[in-house]
């Protein structure tokens, strides 16, 4: 992938991922060839300050990052009588860099 393209992604979706990975996220979108880089860049990720709040006000976070069945029995025992909840609120921004950052490898994967 070219380099402004990839400067380009890390700009508008930086914020999304980890700061320490974002240097292997340059390595890996180098080896992405340019016809497929729509595909990367029109990737829709998950910003953690969203699922945040989420997570604050609602505690549904789960089912934003594809983690559906933790997500029901969560709500069934009552957000865990609250404590499932608060450490919810404490892990959900790693927990969304996290997920975006596996969406991000799996579509470099599909990708080449």
Do not use: H
């Not at 997500?71 to 892990?91: A, P, R, S």
Request: glycine fraction near 6%; hydrophobic fraction near 50%; include cysteine.
């Amino acid at each position: 992938m070219k380099q402004e393209l990839i400067q380009s992604f890390i700009l508008k979706n930086g914020e999304y991922f980890d700061p320490v990975l974002l240097p292997e996220i340059q390595r890996q979108l180098q080896e992405v060839s340019d016809e497929k880089a729509a595909y990367i860049l029109g990737l829709s990720l998950q910003n953690p300050t969203l699922i945040l709040v989420l997570a604050i006000l609602l505690g549904w976070e789960r089912f934003f990052l594809e983690d559906i069945a933790l997500g029901i029995v969560k709500i069934l025992t009552c957000y865990g009588l609250g404590i499932w909840w608060l450490i919810d609120i404490f892990t959900a921004v790693k927990r969304t860099r996290d997920y975006n950052f596996k969406k991000l490898s799996q579509a470099i994967l599909l990708s080449k």
